[in-house]
């Protein structure tokens, strides 16, 4: 009976497997050894597949991943370019991409809502905050923080605030009314100033008490 050809063991990690044995039984096994070979083989594909792997995390090395970075970058997978060509044009796009600073989010936000807007960077760890000077106008909020959630980078938070401007009114009163004021008059007035109205129509009837400082009587 011939001897069995025991030449098995082609897989570096099947070999490392065999040398982990007892030498003298496994080695001789022609089983045995076909069991180690098989699983070594299974273990040097997924070193190759990881090795390759670190190859496909970039656009100027990646082979059957390209239709992945052209997916993300919104491009049609297109079969009559060549792998070279194909990784170009998603190239020429990321380096053509603006950089995202406060000056370029706060131009977007003012041409998007329509008034003045100041970004300040760094309030906060990872957090930046907008704030709108409103002057009257209806400003688009909704589209302002569609806009900023869309430009932002995704690790920053925002806090956004709006300033409106100082609005004066006038009370107007109609009607039977009757109003009670008290203006306490200091010791020779020069002026007295009224900074609010009270324009009234109708019937009305005012009683007015002014404190007035001791004097020395004359005769």
């Known amino acids: 009976m011939s001897k069995p050809d025991l030449d098995i063991i082609h897989s570096p990690e099947a070999a490392a497997f065999l040398r982990m044995v007892t030498a003298g039984f496994y080695d001789r096994s022609c089983t045995g050894l076909w069991l180690y070979e098989v699983i070594g083989r299974e273990w040097d594909e997924m070193a190759a597949w990881s090795s390759d792997l670190k190859q496909e995390i970039f ?47 706060r131009r977007g936000i003012e041409l998007i809502a329509g008034v003045k807007a100041d970004v300040t960077d760094f309030t906060a760890p990872y957090s930046f905050d907008v704030t709108l ?26 806090r956004t605030a709006a300033v409106h401007q100082a609005v004066e009114t006038t ?49």
């Open 59 to 105: 656009v100027q090395t990646c082979t059957w991943s390209i239709g992945i970075w052209e997916w993300v970058y919104g491009f049609e997978p297109d079969e009559r370019l060549t792998l070279q060509e194909r990784r170009q044009r998603i190239l020429a796009k990321i380096i053509g991409t603006r950089p995202i600073n406060p000056e370029v989010v």
């Open 171 to 219: 009370l107007f009163c109609g009607g039977y009314m009757s109003a009670h004021i008290r203006l306490p008059i200091p010791e020779q007035p020069d002026e007295l100033v009224f900074e609010t109205e009270v324009h009234t129509t109708g019937r009305a009837a005012f009683f007015t008490r002014l404190p007035v400082p001791e004097a020395a009587e004359t005769g």
């Open 133 to 158: 000077h409103s002057d009257g106008k209806v400003v688009p909020y909704e589209k302002v923080f569609k806009y900023i959630s869309e430009i932002k980078p995704a690790h920053l938070s925002v």
